[in-house]
């Protein structure tokens, strides 16, 4: 038997996606047989319209539901812990997410416990936990993004903070995708411009990630076909998703970002993060991600426009950017033909351009939309220094899950190197 893995396999998202769908969940819920659900969002979500359009479908269809509104914005392993505990004897047969990839994953991790119950750490990516599998099937999960960026409705992954050890991991499974997602573009009407931006250089990341990642015939070969890992490396498929949601990003996220009232940009941004969601939930992102979990879980006192302002936090977007000039002239080499063809894809006149060359072309474009996007200029704009270097690498180097996934390996000298270039970009 080879050592090299021969194939993969592609777990494909249920959506739907159309202007005002979210009005049909209730009637969802009923199909599905559930009579009991608890709806999962966050405290300034619960009073805006998508949470209201869910809580009215509900009522019409009369579904029994309860509301969890104390999701945390980038969740740690307490904030998780608190709505495990609170939906333990809730009787749920169902559960509806409504906001951002907070909610979606904190739905998630409600969903797997309360299906089967086991100490927080069992299901958590080694090294840092057990990395024991999802036993089975969940009950039904409805998501429903507010968001044009994680991409959550469409994966079978968690992910959070760890916040004794200051760093992002993650629970992956097949078994934790939503049953539908309901991508409605209605519901990022009251999307702030620095959310918009954030969460749309989210979806260029993970489809950049996913197109340029380790492909799937080079890493080893899992013992059975159930341990192969939700992330498993570029494939064919997943590279259709990645390269359109590319596309679609190029040409809808400054419009998306400058106004608000363009429906066609914000109906093709929430399109585009689902599209990039198919193609990183079963292909995987790799160093952007990786480096991007200490940045978010060690931020001490950034606190950004337009987001909640109850603690301070990078956002998963800007994190994931931050690294992306400097990760992309490191992984150039390793697939130039690859990051020359994404480069296309962001819009980049790439006429003469040498194959050596690819990486930094695609580094240089993405630092151009990010100063269009008015994002920071790099690390020292969220407040680190130097200083934090060791520690950003040493919460970078157990995220095995993603890091492995480069193209190019990253050991520690590498990393530093990378966290050094980042920063600052301009």
């Known amino acids: 038997m080879t050592d090299k893995d021969f194939a993969f396999e592609m777990a494909a998202a249920n959506l739907r996606y159309g202007p005002g769908a979210t009005r049909e969940v209730g009637m969802d819920l009923q199909e599905m047989g559930a009579k009991r659900a608890l709806l999962v969002t966050d405290a300034r979500l619960a009073n805006l319209?998508?949470?209201?359009?869910?809580?009215?479908?509900?009522?019409?269809?009369?579904?029994?539901?309860?509301?969890?509104?104390?999701?945390?914005?980038?969740?740690?392993?307490?904030?998780?812990?608190?709505?495990?505990?609170?939906?333990?004897?809730?009787?749920?047969?169902?559960?509806?997410?409504?906001?951002?990839?907070s909610s979606m994953d904190t739905a998630k991790a409600a969903n797997l416990y309360s299906t089967y119950p086991a100490d927080f750490m069992t299901y958590v990516n080694a090294p840092i936990g057990a990395g024991q599998p999802v036993p089975g099937p969940l009950k039904p999960l409805i998501a429903?993004?507010?968001?044009?960026?994680?991409?959550?409705?469409?994966?079978?992954?968690?992910?959070?903070?760890?916040?004794?050890?200051?760093?992002?991991?993650?629970?992956?499974?097949?078994?934790?995708?939503?049953?539908?997602g309901i991508v409605d573009p209605d519901n990022t009407r009251t999307l702030p411009p620095m959310v918009t931006a954030s969460s749309g250089l989210d979806v260029l990341c993970h489809a950049l990630e996913s197109y340029t990642a380790l492909p799937?015939?080079?890493?080893?070969?899992?013992?059975?076909?159930?341990?192969?890992?939700?992330?498993?490396?570029?494939?064919?498929?997943?590279?259709?998703?990645?390269?359109?949601a590319i596309r679609m990003a190029a040409g809808h996220l400054l419009r998306a970002y400058s106004d608000p009232d363009d429906d066609e940009a914000r109906g093709q941004m929430i399109l585009a993060s689902s599209f990039a969601g198919m193609?990183?939930?079963?292909?995987?992102?790799?160093?952007?991600?990786?480096?991007?979990?200490?940045?978010?879980?060690?931020?001490?006192?950034?606190?950004?426009?337009?987001?909640?302002?109850?603690?301070?936090?990078?956002?998963?977007?800007?994190?994931?950017?931050?690294?992306?000039r400097a990760v992309f002239r490191f992984t150039g080499g390793a697939c130039p033909d690859r990051h020359l063809r994404a480069c296309q894809a962001?819009?980049?006149?790439?006429?003469?351009?040498?194959?050596?060359?690819?990486?930094?072309?695609?580094?240089?474009?993405?630092?151009?939309?990010?100063?269009?996007?008015?994002?920071?200029?790099?690390?020292?704009?969220?407040?680190?220094?130097s200083d934090d270097i060791g520690a950003l690498v040493e919460g970078t180097l157990p995220q095995h899950r993603v890091t492995q996934l480069s193209p190019r390996p990253a050991g520690a000298e590498e990393l530093t190197r990378l966290f050094e270039e980042s920063m600052t970009l301009w």
């Open 49 to 101: 319209r998508p949470v209201q359009t869910v809580r009215e479908s509900l009522e019409a269809e009369r579904i029994d539901y309860d509301v969890y509104d104390r999701v945390r914005v980038e969740p740690n392993d307490r904030s998780l812990q608190d709505v495990i505990d609170a939906v333990a004897d809730g009787g749920y047969e169902a559960f509806v997410a409504v906001g951002g990839g």
């Open 216 to 244: 799937f015939n080079e890493r080893p070969y899992p013992q059975r076909p159930l341990l192969r890992p939700a992330y498993q490396g570029s494939n064919p498929i997943s590279d259709i998703w990645a390269l359109q």
């Open 144 to 180: 429903v993004p507010t968001t044009a960026g994680t991409g959550s409705e469409t994966t079978g992954v968690i992910i959070f903070d760890v916040s004794q050890m200051q760093a992002k991991t993650g629970i992956a499974h097949r078994h934790l995708k939503p049953r539908l």
């Open 279 to 324: 193609g990183f939930g079963n292909a995987g992102v790799h160093l952007c991600h990786g480096m991007s979990y200490p940045v978010s879980s060690m931020a001490r006192d950034y606190r950004p426009p337009g987001y909640p302002q109850d603690h301070p936090f990078v956002p998963h977007g800007v994190s994931v950017a931050l690294s992306a």
């Open 346 to 385: 962001l819009g980049a006149d790439t006429g003469g351009l040498a194959p050596a060359d690819a990486g930094k072309a695609l580094g240089d474009r993405l630092v151009e939309l990010m100063r269009k996007l008015n994002l920071p200029h790099g690390l020292s704009a969220v407040g680190y220094t």
